[in-house]
C-alpha cells in the first residue's frame, strides 16, 4: 500500500478514536440497575445498513442481564416481516464501568458500546463505534423502561446523536409496535 495512503488511513483511524475518547459515559454507572427490560425508542446510525433499512424498523424489546462474570447479556426481540426476530449479543465488560466490548460474530464487526446517560427507571442512551474491515460507523440507541418517553428525553436523543456527528436523516424515533412485545424474554 502506498505511504501517503497508509498515513491517511491512520490519521482517520485515529481521530475516530479520540472521537470515541469524547464520548462520556454515565457517572457511578451502577450495572445492577441496568438489567431487565427495555424498549427500543430510538436508533440513529450513519451505516449502511441503517439507511437501506430504516422505513422498515420498528421498536423493539431489549433485555439486559448480567452474567455471572460481570459481562451483560442483551437480547433483542424485533418484528421482521410477518415473523419475531431475536439476536443475543454478550457485552464484555471493559475496565471502565458503564463501558463495553462486543464483536459481532455474523459480521465481524468491533463494537465500543458506552452507556452515556441513563437514569435506570426511565430511559438509557447508548453511543456505539462500530469498526469493520470496510470502515466504522456511530451508533445511538434509545431506550426506555416503557413505550414512549417524553418530548425532552426524544430531543436529547436528536440532539446527543447530532453531537456525535449524525444528521437528521440519520436519526430515527421508532414506530411504536405492539407486534413481537409480548413474547419478548
Same mark, same amino acid.
Not at 89 to 100: A, D, I, N, V
Not at 117 to 125: G, M
Not at 173 to 182: E, F, N, R
Given at each position: 500500500?502506498?505511504?501517503?495512503?497508509?498515513?491517511?488511513?491512520?490519521?482517520?483511524?485515529?481521530?475516530?478514536?479520540?472521537?470515541?475518547?469524547?464520548?462520556?459515559?454515565?457517572?457511578?454507572?451502577?450495572?445492577?440497575?441496568?438489567?431487565?427490560?427495555?424498549?427500543?425508542?430510538?436508533?440513529?446510525?450513519?451505516?449502511?445498513?441503517?439507511?437501506?433499512?430504516?422505513?422498515?424498523?420498528?421498536?423493539?424489546?431489549?433485555?439486559?442481564? /448480567? +452474567?455471572?462474570?460481570?459481562?451483560?447479556?442483551?437480547? %433483542? *426481540?424485533?418484528?421482521?416481516?410477518?415473523?419475531?426476530? #431475536?439476536?443475543? !449479543?454478550?457485552?464484555?465488560?471493559?475496565?471502565?464501568?458503564?463501558?463495553?466490548?462486543?464483536?459481532?460474530?455474523?459480521?465481524?464487526?468491533?463494537?465500543?458500546?458506552?452507556?452515556?446517560?441513563?437514569?435506570?427507571?426511565?430511559?438509557?442512551?447508548? /453511543? +456505539?463505534?462500530?469498526?469493520?474491515?470496510?470502515?466504522? %460507523? *456511530?451508533?445511538?440507541?434509545?431506550?426506555?423502561?416503557? #413505550?414512549?418517553? !417524553?418530548?425532552?428525553?426524544?430531543?436529547?436523543?436528536?440532539?446527543?446523536?447530532?453531537?456525535?456527528?449524525?444528521?437528521?436523516?440519520?436519526?430515527?424515533?421508532?414506530?411504536?409496535?405492539?407486534?413481537?412485545?409480548?413474547?419478548?424474554?
Amino acid at each position: 500500500m502506498h505511504p501517503t495512503l497508509l498515513a491517511i488511513l491512520g490519521l482517520a483511524l485515529l481521530g475516530s478514536l479520540r472521537a470515541q475518547d469524547d464520548v462520556p459515559v454515565q457517572d457511578d454507572f451502577q450495572q445492577d440497575q441496568l438489567t431487565g427490560r427495555w424498549y427500543g425508542i430510538g436508533l440513529a446510525s450513519n451505516s449502511p445498513w441503517f439507511k437501506e433499512k430504516k422505513h422498515l424498523m420498528k421498536m423493539c424489546t431489549t433485555i439486559i442481564s /448480567a +452474567t455471572p462474570d460481570g459481562n451483560l447479556e442483551v437480547t %433483542s *426481540t424485533y418484528p421482521k416481516g410477518d415473523h419475531c426476530e #431475536k439476536r443475543n !449479543s454478550l457485552y464484555m465488560k471493559t475496565e471502565q464501568p458503564g463501558r463495553f466490548s462486543y464483536t459481532s460474530p455474523r459480521w465481524g464487526s468491533n463494537h465500543s458500546i458506552r452507556v452515556v446517560e441513563t437514569n435506570y427507571d426511565e430511559y438509557a442512551l447508548v /453511543a +456505539t463505534q462500530i469498526s469493520k474491515s470496510t470502515g466504522s %460507523s *456511530t451508533m445511538v440507541l434509545l431506550y426506555g423502561r416503557t #413505550k414512549q418517553l !417524553s418530548p425532552e428525553r426524544l430531543e436529547r436523543f436528536s440532539q446527543f446523536s447530532r453531537e456525535q456527528g449524525l444528521k437528521d436523516e440519520e436519526i430515527l424515533v421508532l414506530p411504536q409496535t405492539d407486534k413481537c412485545m409480548v413474547d419478548a424474554a
